[in-house]
């Protein structure tokens, strides 16, 4: 089936700095890539819609120069937390669908827990 | 702009009895449904599409849209249906984009 890593699972960071995370589709090509946030005991929240070879596409209220979301191969899309705070830890969980016109089905990644210290 | 409820956050059933997990949206046009369902310790996957009009794992889900509602429901549960689910929604429009309900933690008792 199809699979999609995350890297890191885990990563603790201070404040101010900023922190990459990497979402890989690893045996499928994925022209479109989703980012959710994920609070304790919440649901997902769609951050921004990432399309390969173009910019994402941002939800309201996502500041898009925090959230830095690069698309630059059909396997692989960033999320950069830019200076972040202790307010952006959470969990970051992305998704692809694989190519073809009539692909639907998201394919979920395990998530990265972020701390911001 | 589309919405999705899960009114109970928690459904505890012992082993063998029904359970159903509720879900209604908001949309004015014609979506796309589906149940997610997540393990403990592992990723979102997808359990349910409407259209399929399938069964998974005992699991059945009707699209009601006079009352839009798809509720999810399994005649007898099993201690591993245990998880956490999620009723989601899109609209092709909007480019395949899920919106998530807030989640239903099914504990299953032996």
């Known amino acids: 089936g199809a699979v999609v890593s995350q890297h890191p699972s885990w990563v603790i960071c201070k404040s101010g700095t900023s922190v990459k995370i990497e979402c890989r589709s690893l045996?499928?090509?994925?022209?479109?890539m989703f980012w959710y946030r994920q609070f304790p005991k919440q649901s997902l929240m769609l951050m921004a819609t990432s399309n390969e070879g173009s910019k994402a596409t941002y939800e309201q209220g996502v500041e898009k120069d925090k959230f830095l979301i690069n698309h630059a191969s059909l396997t692989l899309s960033t999320l950069t937390v830019t200076s972040a705070h202790p307010e952006d830890s959470s969990f970051y969980i992305c998704s692809a669908i694989p190519g073809g016109a009539y692909s639907y089905e998201q394919y979920f990644g395990p998530g990265t827990r972020l701390t911001v210290t | 702009a589309q919405r999705v409820t899960q009114p109970e956050k928690l459904l505890s059933v012992f082993k063998g009895a029904p359970v159903e997990l509720k879900c209604n949206y908001s949309y004015s046009g014609s979506p796309e449904l589906f149940w997610y369902v997540q393990y403990s310790r592992q990723r979102l996957q997808l359990l349910l599409r409407?259209?399929s009009r399938e069964s998974i794992k005992g699991f059945t889900a009707d699209l009601n849209k006079g009352e839009t509602s798809f509720h999810l429901k399994k005649p007898f549960a099993q201690e591993e249906d245990s998880a956490m689910y999620y009723c989601?929604?899109?609209?092709?429009?909007?480019?395949?984009?899920?919106?998530f309900g807030g989640g239903t933690r099914v504990l299953v008792k032996p």
């Open positions: 409407h259209i």
């Open positions: 989601a929604l899109t609209v092709k429009a909007a480019g395949n984009k899920l919106t």
């Open positions: 045996d499928f090509q994925a022209t479109t």
